[in-house]
């Protein structure tokens, strides 16, 4: 490399792209051309940044194997922080196999963390711990051990570990103000602040407050008969019933013990199972079936008992019950989630993440934006969805993590 492309990459990897530019911006050579497009990427320009990339990768003689792979590798990045997940992974994966074989161990590894935070994003947690497991955060450089340590707590917050996320954190920060990065110090800072933002509320007795995640994580393993709104299961200490795809049965559930100790009268129950605002004959008789079911699912929980006004939860063992409910309930709750991150997804990103197909995704995104809770820029493919993050509240419940112990 000659002494400006040597200078640029420099900046690039302090966290300068402006510097970076003010070197190469007027240069069409291939290693230039990839530097412009980190150089953009770091500025937010991404759609220019991938242009600049592709054709960077496109420049490099096919004997500059290396050179190109690490284009794919940062093509992808851009795509990671963009929240375009629809990249390819088969030839990111290709990529790093390349990097591996020629001895560029620090950019393969890199590969390998944009493939982890991908699965992070969509949920699949297995996958990324498996993944994660593989790598060794003291063989690379104070980046990437602060991007390996951030994935840690990701996972840890997911599984609700909280002092496991901690201390991943702590480790992050030391690594980051070694790496001299502000963007990198700045992801840190953001991360330490869903520790210590409610993330959930409890409705008990009639009454509710926020918690914290590790308050969430102690009510998981106490005592209690928990109605879990947020991942739409029944506990106590020793069973666990999901009621995911029953939403009936899980709407009664919750009725009953947001009123307990009390019974819930008839006429509540089946405003909030059926959604009728006058009940007749007919509600009130698939109210006693769905009562029946409600009662054979949750038998070795609790017993669902008529009373003369109504229905009353009785719990086998647990001398409390309560509910954990999301921050804020909203119709698109899953939706939301994703973009209070401040960061900007397209229709099928969310899509992908959720499990959800894209036209149902997309109709979401036009009632919230109806709505004005979301804002779009860019037109066709190039279109992102995004929304300011919600004040003093933390969407990790709402995302596609499994508890501990599902």
């Not at 001299?180 to 407050?209: D, Q, W, Y």
């Not at 509910?323 to 899509?351: I, K, Y």
Request: include cysteine; aromatic fraction near 4%; glycine fraction near 6%.
């Amino acid at each position: 490399m000659d002494s400006l492309i040597t200078a640029a990459a420099r900046a690039l990897a302090a966290g300068d792209p402006l510097g970076a530019l003010n070197r190469v911006a007027l240069r069409e050579d291939a290693p230039a051309l990839a530097l412009r497009g980190i150089a953009m990427a770091q500025l937010g320009d991404f759609d220019r940044a991938k242009i600049l990339v592709r054709r960077a990768a496109r420049a490099f003689s096919p004997k500059e194997a290396v050179a190109r792979a690490r284009c794919i590798v940062a093509e992808a990045e851009i795509a990671l922080v963009s929240r375009d997940l629809g990249w390819r992974v088969k030839a990111l994966d290709a990529a790093r196999a390349t990097l591996e074989a020629h001895g560029d161990h620090v950019n393969a590894a890199h590969a390998r963390y944009l493939e982890i935070r991908r699965l992070l994003l969509i949920g699949r947690l297995d996958e990324a711990e498996r993944f994660l497991a593989e790598l060794d955060p003291t063989q690379v450089p104070p980046a990437s051990t602060a991007a390996h340590e951030l994935i840690v707590a990701g996972l840890a917050m997911r599984r609700l570990r909280t002092k496991e996320a901690r201390a991943a954190l702590a480790r992050a920060e030391r690594a980051a103000l070694q790496a001299r990065i502000p963007a990198l110090k700045g992801e840190v800072e953001s991360a330490f602040h869903l520790l210590n933002t409610p993330a959930a509320r409890l409705i008990a007795r009639g009454e509710e407050r926020p918690l914290l995640l590790e308050d969430v994580e102690a009510l998981q393993t106490s005592k209690a008969f928990v109605v879990d709104a947020c991942r739409h299961v029944v506990r106590d200490a020793n069973t666990f019933v999901s009621l995911a795809r029953r939403p009936v049965l899980f709407a009664l559930a919750r009725a009953l013990a947001e009123a307990w100790p009390a019974d819930v009268p008839r006429a509540t129950l089946i405003a909030r199972a059926f959604r009728g605002k006058h009940a007749d004959e007919s509600h009130r008789a698939r109210l006693r079936v769905e009562m029946g079911r409600l009662r054979a699912v949750l038998k070795k929980l609790a017993g669902v008992n008529a009373t003369k006004q109504g229905f009353a939860l009785t719990p086998r063992s647990a001398r409390e019950v309560v509910v954990l409910a999301r921050p804020v309930e909203e119709q698109h709750g899953a939706v939301l989630a994703f973009l209070t991150d401040g960061e900007s997804w397209s229709s099928s990103a969310l899509a992908l993440a959720l499990g959800a197909s894209q036209r149902t995704v997309q109709r979401a995104l036009d009632e919230l934006s109806a709505a004005g809770k979301v804002q779009w820029f860019g037109r066709g493919r190039a279109r992102r969805w995004m929304t300011p993050p919600m004040p003093g509240f933390t969407t990790t419940l709402l995302l596609p993590a499994p508890l501990p112990s599902d």
